[in-house]
């Protein structure tokens, strides 16, 4: 009887080791944040995914997150705890998991400051059923979130632009709208070939183009530039990004479409994070948001490369808004009807 109570204890024993082993090869995680972009002092959450890919549960997981000062945790965490260790939040999470079961935990955060930050990795810790031993496993992910810069001022900034783009109005920049068409003229050989209409040409045996109506469609470009003579404070810098989301935000509520051109060097990122085409709508804003948050405090090229490259990009007719740590080391190359400079160290 003895005999048989040890070999049960000592199997007992055996499929507890066997399942702690295991456990940590068949249990993965994964984490991020539910917005890439956000902004300062809003709450969000990053999600904790567990999933255990055993035929037998987990009786006790343990995840730990340590979050730099930057983040600020809110309440409301389930099953954890949270603690302040040398200005940095611990998260400890506690639960189980049933065989083959996903599981998904939130952790409500949020950041002050512009600028873009890494999250922490979490690190699990597994425990056998009778609570005797405990094994760690690291985990080295690579997740980031953005935050996007505050708005300034919106009602002086809605002043400057009312004026400038009433005046921009007057001036009743003319473009075609394509899906207005209204009848077909013979091809003068100055026409682009994307208004030739094929079947009309076919039909008369010459070339034909597309007649279209005009339309007022008032179209923008928004130029960040970084580039500065002065030696402007940090305080002046981040300003200027303020500035730009403020005009933004104010062309997106009045329905203006716009491009946008940025001369920062940016920190993290994929692909041409200098130019975001014309657009209106959350995803144009938020590409742009992106690109106002990774940017710093130095410029990646120079002022007259980032003009020249709109220009040509839109177009020398169009109105410009220029945004500018300060204004002394602009040079205009268009008119003043068509450019409006905000000097961020003025305002």
Same mark, same amino acid.
């Given at each position: 009887m003895i005999a048989f109570f040890i070999i049960g204890i000592l199997l007992v024993l055996w499929v507890q080791d066997w399942m702690l082993e295991n456990t940590t090869e068949f249990v993965d995680i994964d984490f991020w944040p539910e917005e890439n972009v956000i902004d300062p002092k809003d709450v969000f959450n990053i999600v904790v995914e567990l999933e255990n890919k055993m035929s037998f549960p987990v009786y006790f997981i343990k995840v730990k997150m340590t979050f730099?000062?930057?983040?600020?945790?809110?309440?409301?965490?389930?099953?954890? #705890? $949270?603690? /302040?260790?040398?200005?940095?939040?611990?998260?400890?999470?506690?639960?189980?998991?049933?065989?083959?079961?996903? =599981? +998904?935990?939130?952790?409500?955060? #949020? $950041?002050? /400051?512009?600028?873009?930050?890494?999250?922490?990795?979490?690190?699990?810790?597994?425990?056998?059923?009778?609570? =005797? +031993?405990?094994?760690?496993?690291?985990v080295s992910l690579f997740r980031e979130v953005v935050?996007?810069?505050?708005?300034?001022?919106t009602e002086e900034v809605k002043q400057v632009l009312g004026k400038?783009?009433?005046e921009y109005s007057v001036r009743r920049f003319i473009y075609e709208d394509p899906v207005?068409?209204?009848?077909?003229?013979?091809?003068?050989?100055?026409?682009?070939?994307?208004?030739?209409?094929?079947?009309?040409?076919?039909?008369?045996?010459?070339?034909?183009?597309?007649?279209y109506d005009h339309t007022i469609e008032p179209v923008l470009s928004v130029v960040v530039n970084m580039e500065t003579t002065a030696e402007n404070s940090a305080q002046i810098m981040e300003k200027t990004y303020s500035v730009a989301r403020s005009v933004c935000s104010h062309l997106e509520s009045k329905g203006v479409s716009y491009g946008f051109y940025i001369n920062a060097q940016m920190v993290g990122g994929s692909g041409d994070l200098h130019f975001v085409d014309d657009g209106i709508g959350h995803h144009h804003f938020g590409k742009i948001m992106e690109r106002l948050g990774r940017g710093i405090y130095s410029h990646a090229f120079t002022y007259d490369r980032l003009l020249d490259f709109a220009r040509k990009t839109s177009g020398s007719e169009r109105g410009l808004i220029i945004i500018t740590p300060d204004s002394s080391a602009i040079s205009r190359s268009a008119s003043d009807n068509q450019i409006l400079v905000l000097d961020a160290s003025a305002m």
């Open positions: 730099p000062q930057e983040f600020s945790v809110a309440p409301g965490v389930k099953n954890a #705890s $949270i603690r /302040n260790i040398h200005n940095n939040s611990e998260v400890i999470i506690s639960t189980w998991l049933k065989s083959n079961q996903s =599981l +998904k935990m939130k952790i409500p955060v #949020s $950041i002050e /400051n512009r600028g873009r930050y890494y999250l922490p990795n979490p690190t699990l810790f597994f425990g056998d059923f009778l609570g =005797l +031993k405990e094994k760690r496993k690291d935050v996007a810069p505050e708005s300034y001022n400038f783009m009433g207005l068409t209204v009848g077909f003229r013979e091809y003068s050989g100055r026409e682009p070939m994307k208004m030739i209409s094929w079947k009309q040409s076919a039909r008369r045996q010459q070339l034909m183009v597309k007649e």
